[in-house]
């Protein structure tokens, strides 16, 4: 909540804070409510789905864990991340499905479900900023869609800063390259 009251998710571009912020709030998220689904979509998120699978083993929820011991680029498996993704969003468990949809390697479908479902922009772009553009199919297409979802009004200081140069999404984040200093 603080971070979010701060607009941390739209200033911060160091990969290495932001992974240390990301590590800590999947930490706190777990510890506060012992439900792996809280913390999912900050550990899919930092490509760190085997700690995900320990959280749901020490819960022990069978199915979970058995689910998520597959190999997901298998197109098989990445599609029924998805379908489940599809079934999470339906119940309206929207940053739950959002992790789903990364774990499918669908980082347009997850930017979709944050900004539009969740109405997180700064989660999206946090989120954005982790996943590495070569691991997910399409990266310069998700860009694009978070571009157009997140895009702010004509005439505000954060389309004034675009114009100069000064936006603050990532070139590897709008799938034009590696940004610099990571």
């Known amino acids: 909540p603080l971070a979010r009251r701060l607009g941390v998710g739209y200033w911060l571009t ?19 409510t012992r439900a792996p689904a809280h913390s999912a979509l900050y550990y899919v998120a930092l490509g760190k789905q085997s700690t995900l699978l320990t959280l749901f083993k020490a819960v022990k929820d069978a199915k979970l864990t058995k689910f998520l011991q597959h190999d997901f680029a298998d197109a098989k498996w990445a599609a029924a991340a998805a379908k489940n993704a599809f079934v999470l969003e339906g119940k309206r468990d929207f940053a739950y499905s959002a992790a789903f ?14 900004t539009a479902k969740l109405r997180d922009p700064q989660l999206a772009l946090a989120v954005c900023r982790l996943v590495e553009p070569p691991t997910v199919p399409d990266a310069a297409h998700a860009a694009a869609a978070l571009d157009a979802l997140v895009a702010p009004p004509e005439g505000t200081l954060w389309r004034a800063a675009e114009e100069r140069g000064e936006f603050l999404i990532s070139p590897a984040c709008r799938g034009g390259g590696t940004e610099a200093g990571r």
């Open 14 to 32: 160091s990969r290495p804070v932001l992974r240390a912020l990301f590590e800590a709030v999947a930490k706190n998220a777990f510890a506060a």
């Open 101 to 114: 949809f990364l774990i499918a390697r669908s980082l347009p479908d997850a930017l979709q479900v944050l």
